[in-house]
């Protein structure tokens, strides 16, 4: 991370960040719901674990309302949320507790079913590269999605100005699963029920093979032999 001061010189400060495809970061941490042990508590289960600039702030706000909105969602999908900012559990309770007075675009008093990690001392914000050129005490808007054995699979940043796209967020833990379940791959704007895409041959016997299975088939669309569409099922 680079690190500007008033002369615009800047000097490169060591950042730790997590990445896709490695086991994510293990931490304990306090929580709105006591004490968690990441990711070993959710194995088993896909996480979505996000960060957030501070409590009681406007944007963050809406996205707390909109997260508590679709808990259950998430939850139908087997993944669960895991919230955190660089605040106390005392401050975190005290604005999740006055989120559940509010309403906006449709939500109506949410009330926060998930944990809010205490990360006063930066701990967990410093070990998934939370803290960016923004600020030094302000974690940016993060969200890493965790697998069922603890793996990164996906890691979204975003700035403080800037609220998430939670469409977004689902469909990244759809996708995720179906390709997993699948072994396919998704194309650009996927949303479920599209085609997907089947992996290429890594044979030139596989290249003639893959010609000759899906000649003739409704359920396909080659356009070449490395790019060949299959209807959803």
């Keep these: 991370m680079e690190n500007y001061d008033d002369k615009n010189t800047y000097e490169e400060v060591e950042q730790v960040f997590p990445l896709i495809g490695r086991p994510a970061p293990k931490f304990t941490a306090n929580t709105t719901h006591g004490v968690i042990n990441f990711p070993d508590d959710y194995k088993g289960k896909w996480v979505i674990l996000f960060s957030h ?3 009681f702030t406007p944007v963050c706000t809406t996205e707390f309302m909109t997260f508590a909105s679709m808990h259950e969602e998430f939850q139908a999908l087997d993944t669960e949320l895991v ?4 605040d106390s559990v005392h401050a975190h309770l005290g604005w999740v507790t006055a989120i559940k007075n509010y309403s906006w675009n449709g939500i109506e008093h949410p009330e926060v079913k998930f944990p809010v990690i205490d990360d006063v001392k930066m701990e967990v914000a ?3 590269g939370m803290l960016q050129g923004e600020s030094d005490t302000a974690a940016v808007r993060a969200v890493f ?4 054995e603890g793996i990164m699979r996906t890691i979204l940043y975003y700035p403080a ?5 939670f469409n977004e ?8 699963q179906k390709s997993d379940a699948e072994e396919v791959a998704l194309p650009a704007n996927w949303h479920p029920g599209d085609d997907v895409i089947v992996p290429p041959p890594a044979t030139t016997d596989g290249i003639a093979k893959r010609v000759e299975e899906v000649k003739g088939k409704d359920e396909y669309d080659q356009l070449d032999w490395y790019l060949t569409f299959k209807k959803d099922k």
């Design 53 to 55: 600039p501070a409590d």
């Design 145 to 148: 999605f965790v697998d069922p």
């Design 126 to 128: 410093n070990k998934y």
């Design 169 to 176: 967020i689902k469909r990244i833990i759809i996708g995720l």
């Design 83 to 86: 919230g955190l900012s660089i």
């Design 161 to 165: 100005s800037l609220g998430r796209n």
